[in-house]
């Protein structure tokens, strides 16, 4: 069964070397986006995975975001732990938000790695396009829908860290419409062959 691991719970770096685990970063702001997080868990809960999710069960919107406050300085530590460390990483870009942590957090990305990194940005997402080119130019893999992110993860889980797959991902999944585990594709080389500085 799949662990949920949320803020502020304590992370160790050792915990990331113990079981196979997948961050689900992407659309909060301040709590208007979306539950989709809760939808990626129903997905995922059968797998003997971590699940990070950085979307606390309470935020006070009247935080100060600033370096000085400890408790808004712990969130951002806390989730820049779990990107760094995470085995699979996915981005989901909910269209009815603007995301410019999440937008930060993409441009991140490229220093640790594109293999395992899964972005979700449906058409609608008023920064699509700048989206979509970092994406092609760091060969980082794209879905268009949540479902199909949470399956390409699942199957990255499976083929790169061996994660058992169960029976049925989730029991009201007919086995006829199961997503089938395959091989991940092996992505582009990057247009610019330069490191990114980091």
Known sequence: MATIIKPP?????????????????????????????????E????????IYNPRRDY??????????????????????????????RIYYFDPETKSPVTLMELGLAPCWGSSDTIVVCPEGFWRKGNVDIVCQHYGIHMEETLAEGIY?????????????????????????????????????EPTNQSSPVC
């Open 9 to 41: 719970t304590k992370l160790r770096l050792k915990q990331f070397e113990q079981r196979p685990s997948i961050a689900l970063f992407g659309s909060i702001e301040q709590g208007k986006a979306s539950q989709w997080q809760t939808a990626a868990q």
């Open 43 to 50: 997905l995922l809960k059968d797998f003997d995975i971590d």
């Open 59 to 88: 935020w006070d919107e009247s935080l100060e975001q600033s370096i000085r406050n400890p408790v808004f300085k712990d969130q951002v530590e806390w989730e820049l732990t779990v990107l760094e460390n995470a085995d699979v």
């Open 152 to 188: 390409d993860a699942i199957s990255r889980l499976v083929y790169n860290y061996g994660v058992k797959r169960p029976k049925l991902i989730n029991p009201s999944i007919t086995p006829s419409i199961e997503p089938e585990i395959i091989e991940p594709e092996i992505i582009n």
